[in-house]
């Protein structure tokens, strides 16, 4: 493992590995180098011990970058003191991942394996050089019971003629335990709220649904912007 920023050495061109880091785009990640390993070679990277004794909702995250041709495995491990238990997240990460330069989200509930925990990251390779698997942004957290936000917004496209009107649509994100059946969402644009409209369905922890908006709006003239987000009156981060 070691600590990257900017693309790997044998990722320019887009070949394996990330651009950049997932969180600002000019820190650090860490990264599997697969160049001079060779088949069913391991990697392991340990992170420090977790106190989890005084949350109610104990939850690993981390994001990860599996691009390249000969991409291998990712494995995530977990010790409470009396051993490691393998591939607490099954199954595990086999094979490239995603698009190019994509970093994808991963979490795990940690109800159950103790109180004071570590993990291990392990990295299976295939033995060459388009290998390379990155890791950032690890994290354990308390996760809420209630959690929803707009993760992105899918519409409109990038042009829009001055004066049509356009439709808007968003993606929605239950980061929270429990299941969403009723929640507002907004939107805005150059600050002015639009719409106000009611979901409603299921939405289980961790899914995503897309959500387009009833009501259109007049396209300005010139750059302009666009917000959209979530009312849940129970949000943990409202």
Not at 66 to 83: A, F, K, P, Q
Not at 108 to 125: A, W
Not at 195 to 209: K, R
Request: charged share 15%; aromatic share 12%.
């Amino acid at each position: 493992w070691v600590v990257g920023t900017g693309t790997t050495p044998s990722g320019g061109g887009g070949f394996t590995g990330p651009s950049s880091d997932h969180t600002t785009g000019s820190g650090n990640y860490l990264y599997y180098e697969a160049n001079g390993t060779a088949f069913n070679d391991s990697a392991f990277a340990f992170t420090a011990c977790y106190d989890v004794s005084g949350l109610t909702n104990p939850t690993i995250e981390f994001y990860y970058n599996m691009w390249g041709s000969t991409i291998g495995e990712l494995h995530l491990d977990v010790n409470s003191g009396t051993g490691w238990v393998r591939d607490i997240i099954s199954p595990f990460f086999s094979g490239q991942q995603g698009s190019v330069n994509q970093w994808l989200r991963a979490e795990r509930g940690l109800g159950g394996y103790g109180s004071i925990l570590q993990f291990r990251f392990r990295v299976k390779g295939n033995g060459c050089c388009n290998g390379d698997i990155a890791i950032d942004d690890v994290k354990v957290y308390d996760k809420l019971n209630n959690d929803i936000g707009v993760v992105d917004i899918v519409r409109p496209s990038l042009i829009s003629q001055t004066g049509t009107q356009d439709t808007v649509s968003v993606d929605i994100r239950n980061y929270g335990q429990n299941t969403q059946t009723s929640f507002n969402v907004v939107y805005a644009v150059n600050g002015a709220v639009v719409a106000t409209e009611p979901w409603t369905g299921s939405l289980p922890t961790n899914s995503n649904t897309t959500y387009k908006f009833n009501t259109t709006y007049t396209v300005p003239s010139g750059p302009y912007n666009i917000c959209a987000w979530t009312v849940l009156a129970t949000d943990g981060l409202a």
